[in-house]
Protein backbone atom coordinates (compact mmCIF):
# COMPACT_ATOMS: atom_id res chain seq x y z
CA UNK A 1 0.00 0.00 0.00
CA UNK A 2 1.65 3.18 -1.14
CA UNK A 3 1.44 5.72 1.89
CA UNK A 4 0.67 9.02 -0.60
CA UNK A 5 -2.37 7.32 -1.80
CA UNK A 6 -4.66 6.26 1.06
CA UNK A 7 -8.60 6.81 -0.03
CA UNK A 8 -9.41 3.66 1.76
CA UNK A 9 -13.22 3.93 3.83
CA UNK A 10 -14.93 1.90 6.10
CA UNK A 11 -16.73 -0.51 4.34
CA UNK A 12 -19.70 -0.24 6.56
CA UNK A 13 -19.63 3.28 7.46
CA UNK A 14 -17.78 4.81 4.22
CA UNK A 15 -16.04 7.22 6.60
CA UNK A 16 -12.65 7.92 5.92
CA UNK A 17 -9.64 6.04 7.51
CA UNK A 18 -6.54 7.05 9.00
CA UNK A 19 -3.37 4.99 7.80
CA UNK A 20 -0.62 4.55 10.84
CA UNK A 21 1.75 3.10 9.63
CA UNK A 22 4.13 0.25 11.88
CA UNK A 23 6.87 -0.59 8.93
CA UNK A 24 7.45 1.21 6.17
CA UNK A 25 9.76 0.58 2.56
CA UNK A 26 10.00 3.85 0.74
CA UNK A 27 6.60 5.08 0.21
CA UNK A 28 5.13 1.59 0.74
CA UNK A 29 3.46 0.94 4.03
CA UNK A 30 4.52 -2.89 4.91
CA UNK A 31 2.60 -2.77 7.73
CA UNK A 32 0.20 -1.09 10.15
CA UNK A 33 -3.39 -0.34 10.25
CA UNK A 34 -5.98 1.51 8.92
CA UNK A 35 -8.39 3.31 11.88
CA UNK A 36 -11.92 5.02 11.50
CA UNK A 37 -12.39 7.98 13.77
CA UNK A 38 -14.90 5.67 16.18
CA UNK A 39 -11.61 3.22 16.67
CA UNK A 40 -12.64 0.82 14.03
CA UNK A 41 -9.25 -0.86 12.47
CA UNK A 42 -7.87 -2.83 9.73
CA UNK A 43 -4.73 -4.34 9.26
CA UNK A 44 -2.15 -3.98 6.63
CA UNK A 45 0.07 -7.20 6.56
CA UNK A 46 2.52 -7.51 3.41
CA UNK A 47 1.44 -4.19 2.34
CA UNK A 48 -2.14 -5.49 1.66
CA UNK A 49 -4.96 -3.89 3.94
CA UNK A 50 -7.69 -6.57 5.18
CA UNK A 51 -11.16 -4.27 4.80
CA UNK A 52 -13.35 -7.45 4.41
CA UNK A 53 -16.51 -6.50 6.22
CA UNK A 54 -18.30 -8.38 8.25
CA UNK A 55 -15.17 -9.64 9.38
CA UNK A 56 -16.83 -13.14 10.05
CA UNK A 57 -18.56 -14.08 7.26
CA UNK A 58 -21.25 -16.53 6.46
CA UNK A 59 -23.47 -18.44 3.59
CA UNK A 60 -21.93 -18.09 0.04
CA UNK A 61 -19.05 -16.02 1.17
CA UNK A 62 -17.36 -18.25 3.41
CA UNK A 63 -18.21 -20.37 1.34
CA UNK A 64 -16.48 -18.74 -1.63
CA UNK A 65 -13.61 -17.59 0.14
CA UNK A 66 -12.54 -21.19 1.83
CA UNK A 67 -12.70 -22.74 -2.28
CA UNK A 68 -10.33 -19.70 -3.68
CA UNK A 69 -8.30 -20.26 -0.22
CA UNK A 70 -8.40 -23.62 -1.25
CA UNK A 71 -7.79 -24.20 -4.93
CA UNK A 72 -5.26 -20.92 -5.11
CA UNK A 73 -1.98 -22.30 -6.17
CA UNK A 74 -3.56 -24.61 -8.16
CA UNK A 75 -6.05 -21.87 -10.06
CA UNK A 76 -3.84 -20.63 -12.83
CA UNK A 77 -3.36 -24.35 -14.00
CA UNK A 78 -7.32 -25.12 -14.48
CA UNK A 79 -8.70 -21.42 -14.73
CA UNK A 80 -8.19 -21.94 -18.73
CA UNK A 81 -10.23 -25.12 -19.16
CA UNK A 82 -13.46 -23.06 -19.87
CA UNK A 83 -11.77 -21.28 -23.01
CA UNK A 84 -10.29 -24.23 -24.26
CA UNK A 85 -13.01 -26.46 -24.08
CA UNK A 86 -15.28 -23.80 -26.09
CA UNK A 87 -12.16 -23.42 -28.55
CA UNK A 88 -11.80 -20.10 -27.61
CA UNK A 89 -8.27 -18.08 -27.40
CA UNK A 90 -8.73 -17.43 -23.32
CA UNK A 91 -5.52 -14.11 -24.13
CA UNK A 92 -7.62 -12.97 -26.84
CA UNK A 93 -11.00 -13.09 -25.24
CA UNK A 94 -9.79 -11.43 -21.69
CA UNK A 95 -8.41 -8.37 -23.36
CA UNK A 96 -11.04 -8.04 -25.97
CA UNK A 97 -13.19 -7.99 -21.99
CA UNK A 98 -10.76 -5.44 -20.95
CA UNK A 99 -10.97 -3.17 -23.80
CA UNK A 100 -14.82 -2.54 -23.09
CA UNK A 101 -13.88 -0.62 -20.19
CA UNK A 102 -12.87 2.04 -23.02
CA UNK A 103 -9.90 3.63 -20.33
CA UNK A 104 -7.52 6.00 -20.86
CA UNK A 105 -4.35 6.11 -19.88
CA UNK A 106 -4.76 7.81 -17.22
CA UNK A 107 -7.79 6.46 -15.42
CA UNK A 108 -8.40 5.03 -11.73
CA UNK A 109 -10.06 1.56 -12.30
CA UNK A 110 -11.00 -0.70 -10.01
CA UNK A 111 -11.35 -5.05 -10.55
CA UNK A 112 -13.25 -6.56 -7.97
CA UNK A 113 -12.76 -10.50 -7.55
CA UNK A 114 -9.39 -10.18 -10.01
CA UNK A 115 -8.32 -13.43 -8.47
CA UNK A 116 -4.83 -14.47 -9.60
CA UNK A 117 -4.92 -11.36 -11.83
CA UNK A 118 -5.98 -13.05 -15.26
CA UNK A 119 -7.67 -10.11 -16.30
CA UNK A 120 -5.64 -8.06 -14.73
CA UNK A 121 -2.54 -7.89 -16.71
CA UNK A 122 -5.01 -6.71 -19.62
CA UNK A 123 -6.55 -3.95 -17.87
CA UNK A 124 -2.84 -2.79 -16.64
CA UNK A 125 -1.78 -2.38 -20.52
CA UNK A 126 -4.63 -0.12 -21.16
CA UNK A 127 -3.35 2.38 -18.43
CA UNK A 128 -0.42 3.82 -17.77
CA UNK A 129 1.61 5.53 -14.83
CA UNK A 130 -0.51 8.58 -14.49
CA UNK A 131 -3.12 6.17 -13.86
CA UNK A 132 -3.78 3.77 -11.31
CA UNK A 133 -5.18 0.06 -10.84
CA UNK A 134 -7.22 -0.77 -7.93
CA UNK A 135 -7.16 -4.81 -7.04
CA UNK A 136 -9.67 -6.72 -4.63
CA UNK A 137 -10.10 -9.80 -3.93
CA UNK A 138 -11.99 -11.55 -0.88
CA UNK A 139 -9.26 -14.03 -0.54
CA UNK A 140 -5.41 -13.28 -0.18
CA UNK A 141 -3.92 -16.38 -1.28
CA UNK A 142 -5.66 -15.16 -4.65
CA UNK A 143 -4.72 -11.95 -4.66
CA UNK A 144 -0.94 -12.78 -3.52
CA UNK A 145 -0.68 -14.67 -7.07
CA UNK A 146 -1.95 -11.36 -8.87
CA UNK A 147 0.47 -9.40 -6.68
CA UNK A 148 3.14 -11.57 -7.84
CA UNK A 149 1.99 -11.92 -11.27
CA UNK A 150 1.76 -7.89 -11.75
CA UNK A 151 5.20 -7.06 -10.42
CA UNK A 152 6.49 -6.00 -13.86
CA UNK A 153 3.60 -3.12 -14.59
CA UNK A 154 4.23 0.18 -14.88
CA UNK A 155 1.24 1.23 -13.73
CA UNK A 156 1.06 2.35 -10.05
CA UNK A 157 -1.29 -0.74 -8.69
CA UNK A 158 -3.34 -0.86 -4.92
CA UNK A 159 -4.33 -4.43 -3.74
CA UNK A 160 -6.53 -4.75 -0.65
CA UNK A 161 -9.09 -7.73 0.11
CA UNK A 162 -12.62 -6.75 0.48
CA UNK A 163 -16.46 -7.80 -0.01
CA UNK A 164 -17.92 -6.71 -2.88
CA UNK A 165 -21.09 -6.45 -0.95
CA UNK A 166 -18.98 -3.52 0.92
CA UNK A 167 -16.62 -1.57 -0.93
CA UNK A 168 -14.04 0.25 1.25
CA UNK A 169 -13.60 3.33 -1.57
CA UNK A 170 -15.15 6.81 -1.29
CA UNK A 171 -17.96 7.77 -3.50
CA UNK A 172 -17.25 9.04 -7.23
CA UNK A 173 -13.67 7.76 -7.29
CA UNK A 174 -13.64 5.11 -10.67
CA UNK A 175 -13.43 5.96 -13.95
CA UNK A 176 -14.36 1.92 -14.74
CA UNK A 177 -14.98 -1.24 -12.66
CA UNK A 178 -14.57 -4.53 -13.78
CA UNK A 179 -15.66 -7.92 -12.70
CA UNK A 180 -15.38 -10.96 -14.66
CA UNK A 181 -16.01 -14.67 -12.90
CA UNK A 182 -16.80 -14.06 -9.43
CA UNK A 183 -20.39 -11.74 -9.65
CA UNK A 184 -22.69 -15.21 -9.07
CA UNK A 185 -20.50 -15.52 -5.48
CA UNK A 186 -20.62 -11.78 -4.34
CA UNK A 187 -23.32 -13.12 -1.65
CA UNK A 188 -26.26 -10.28 -2.60
CA UNK A 189 -25.11 -9.22 -5.96
CA UNK A 190 -27.47 -6.41 -5.92
CA UNK A 191 -26.17 -4.96 -3.24
CA UNK A 192 -22.60 -5.60 -4.85
CA UNK A 193 -23.70 -3.56 -8.18
CA UNK A 194 -25.51 -0.61 -5.86
CA UNK A 195 -21.54 -0.25 -4.74
CA UNK A 196 -20.36 -0.59 -8.07
CA UNK A 197 -22.35 2.63 -8.91
CA UNK A 198 -21.38 4.58 -5.28
CA UNK A 199 -17.81 4.08 -6.01
CA UNK A 200 -17.81 5.35 -9.76
CA UNK A 201 -17.99 8.83 -11.02
CA UNK A 202 -21.13 9.67 -13.54
CA UNK A 203 -20.41 7.82 -16.84
CA UNK A 204 -17.46 5.60 -15.69
CA UNK A 205 -18.05 2.53 -17.85
CA UNK A 206 -18.57 -0.91 -15.83
CA UNK A 207 -18.23 -4.54 -17.28
CA UNK A 208 -19.08 -7.31 -15.36
CA UNK A 209 -19.77 -11.37 -15.77
CA UNK A 210 -20.22 -14.63 -15.02
CA UNK A 211 -21.39 -18.08 -15.82
CA UNK A 212 -24.76 -18.42 -17.45
CA UNK A 213 -25.55 -20.42 -20.01
CA UNK A 214 -27.25 -18.71 -22.85
CA UNK A 215 -31.48 -20.04 -22.75
CA UNK A 216 -31.66 -20.76 -26.21
CA UNK A 217 -29.28 -23.74 -25.89
CA UNK A 218 -31.18 -24.77 -22.52
CA UNK A 219 -32.25 -28.00 -24.39
CA UNK A 220 -28.86 -29.04 -26.72
CA UNK A 221 -26.86 -31.75 -25.70
CA UNK A 222 -24.26 -29.66 -25.40
CA UNK A 223 -25.84 -27.80 -22.66
CA UNK A 224 -26.89 -30.65 -21.08
CA UNK A 225 -23.00 -32.47 -21.38
CA UNK A 226 -21.51 -28.71 -19.41
CA UNK A 227 -24.71 -28.55 -17.18
CA UNK A 228 -23.46 -32.41 -15.57
CA UNK A 229 -20.25 -30.80 -14.80
CA UNK A 230 -21.37 -27.59 -14.15
CA UNK A 231 -24.79 -26.39 -12.49
CA UNK A 232 -23.53 -23.00 -12.15
CA UNK A 233 -24.12 -22.49 -15.68
CA UNK A 234 -27.40 -22.30 -15.55
CA UNK A 235 -27.18 -19.33 -12.79
CA UNK A 236 -30.13 -16.46 -13.56
CA UNK A 237 -28.80 -13.46 -15.22
CA UNK A 238 -28.73 -10.54 -12.75
CA UNK A 239 -30.37 -8.25 -14.91
CA UNK A 240 -32.88 -7.13 -12.34
CA UNK A 241 -30.36 -6.43 -9.77
CA UNK A 242 -28.48 -3.72 -11.49
CA UNK A 243 -28.31 0.31 -10.13
CA UNK A 244 -31.24 2.85 -11.30
CA UNK A 245 -27.36 4.55 -12.39
CA UNK A 246 -26.98 1.84 -14.91
CA UNK A 247 -27.44 3.43 -17.97
CA UNK A 248 -26.95 2.14 -22.20
CA UNK A 249 -26.74 -1.06 -21.11
CA UNK A 250 -25.67 -4.61 -23.49
CA UNK A 251 -25.49 -8.02 -22.61
CA UNK A 252 -23.60 -10.52 -24.62
CA UNK A 253 -23.22 -13.96 -24.04
CA UNK A 254 -19.33 -14.83 -24.41
CA UNK A 255 -16.61 -18.00 -24.45
CA UNK A 256 -19.52 -20.37 -26.30
CA UNK A 257 -22.38 -18.65 -24.88
CA UNK A 258 -21.78 -20.02 -21.17
CA UNK A 259 -20.34 -16.64 -19.87
CA UNK A 260 -22.17 -13.04 -19.78
CA UNK A 261 -20.82 -9.67 -20.02
CA UNK A 262 -22.81 -6.59 -19.13
CA UNK A 263 -21.73 -3.69 -19.79
CA UNK A 264 -23.16 -0.28 -18.74
CA UNK A 265 -22.42 3.33 -17.96
CA UNK A 266 -23.05 5.13 -14.40
CA UNK A 267 -25.87 7.97 -14.90
CA UNK A 268 -27.09 10.16 -11.96
CA UNK A 269 -29.86 8.62 -9.82
CA UNK A 270 -33.11 7.50 -12.04
CA UNK A 271 -33.44 8.69 -15.43
CA UNK A 272 -34.70 11.79 -16.39
CA UNK A 273 -38.10 11.88 -18.25
CA UNK A 274 -40.53 15.05 -19.36
CA UNK A 275 -43.34 14.11 -16.84
CA UNK A 276 -44.89 17.16 -17.69
CA UNK A 277 -44.79 17.17 -21.26
CA UNK A 278 -49.14 17.66 -22.11
CA UNK A 279 -50.23 14.78 -24.20
CA UNK A 280 -52.72 15.43 -26.82
CA UNK A 281 -55.94 13.64 -27.45
CA UNK A 282 -59.22 13.09 -25.99
CA UNK A 283 -57.80 12.22 -22.69
CA UNK A 284 -55.14 15.18 -22.10
CA UNK A 285 -52.82 15.89 -19.34
CA UNK A 286 -49.47 14.87 -18.88
CA UNK A 287 -48.25 11.66 -17.02
CA UNK A 288 -47.40 13.55 -13.76
CA UNK A 289 -51.41 14.52 -13.86
CA UNK A 290 -52.42 11.03 -14.81
CA UNK A 291 -49.85 9.48 -11.81
CA UNK A 292 -50.84 12.04 -9.15
CA UNK A 293 -54.33 13.18 -9.80
CA UNK A 294 -55.80 10.31 -9.53
CA UNK A 295 -59.33 10.29 -7.81
CA UNK A 296 -62.22 8.13 -6.56
CA UNK A 297 -63.95 6.90 -9.08
CA UNK A 298 -67.68 7.76 -10.14
CA UNK A 299 -71.05 6.16 -11.41
CA UNK A 300 -70.82 4.81 -15.49
CA UNK A 301 -73.46 7.75 -15.65
CA UNK A 302 -71.94 10.18 -14.52
CA UNK A 303 -68.80 8.99 -16.68
CA UNK A 304 -70.89 9.26 -19.58
CA UNK A 305 -72.11 12.79 -18.71
CA UNK A 306 -68.70 14.08 -18.76
CA UNK A 307 -67.69 12.21 -21.38
CA UNK A 308 -70.60 14.24 -23.25
CA UNK A 309 -69.59 17.92 -21.76
CA UNK A 310 -65.94 17.10 -22.52
CA UNK A 311 -66.99 16.74 -26.13
CA UNK A 312 -69.74 19.58 -25.77
CA UNK A 313 -66.50 22.20 -24.71
CA UNK A 314 -63.82 20.85 -27.04
CA UNK A 315 -61.78 20.30 -24.05
CA UNK A 316 -59.41 17.23 -22.90
CA UNK A 317 -60.80 15.07 -20.46
CA UNK A 318 -57.95 16.57 -18.10
CA UNK A 319 -58.81 20.17 -18.73
CA UNK A 320 -62.70 19.64 -18.09
CA UNK A 321 -62.02 17.84 -15.45
CA UNK A 322 -59.36 19.85 -13.83
CA UNK A 323 -61.35 22.85 -14.26
CA UNK A 324 -65.07 21.23 -12.74
CA UNK A 325 -63.12 20.08 -9.68
CA UNK A 326 -61.76 23.48 -8.80
CA UNK A 327 -64.57 25.11 -9.34
CA UNK A 328 -67.05 22.72 -7.20
CA UNK A 329 -64.17 23.02 -4.65
CA UNK A 330 -63.62 26.40 -4.48
CA UNK A 331 -67.50 26.60 -4.17
CA UNK A 332 -67.74 24.18 -1.15
CA UNK A 333 -64.57 26.06 0.39
CA UNK A 334 -66.14 29.31 0.01
CA UNK A 335 -63.25 30.46 -1.98
CA UNK A 336 -63.42 33.15 -4.68
Not at 88 to 104: N, T
Not at 109 to 115: D, K, Q, S
Not at 198 to 220: C, F, H, I, M, Q
Request: glycine share 10%.
Amino acid sequence: MNQNSNIYVCPETKTPLKCISDRVDGEKIISGRLVGADGREYLIQDGIPNLIFPKILGGEQEDALSYYDGVADIYDDVANLSFRIQYVDEDKARQEFARRLKIKPGDRVLELACGTGRDSVYIANELDESGRLYLQDISRSMLLHCVKKLSGVKVPLEFSTGNACYLPFPDGYFDAVYSFGGLGVFGDIKRSLKEIARVSKVGANVVVGDESLAPWLYETEYARILLNNNLLFKSVLPLADLPVEARNVSLQWVVGGVYYLIEFEIGEGEPKADFDLVIPGKRGGTLRTRYNGKLEGVSLEAKDLAEQAREKTGKSMHEWLDHVVREAAKKDLQIK
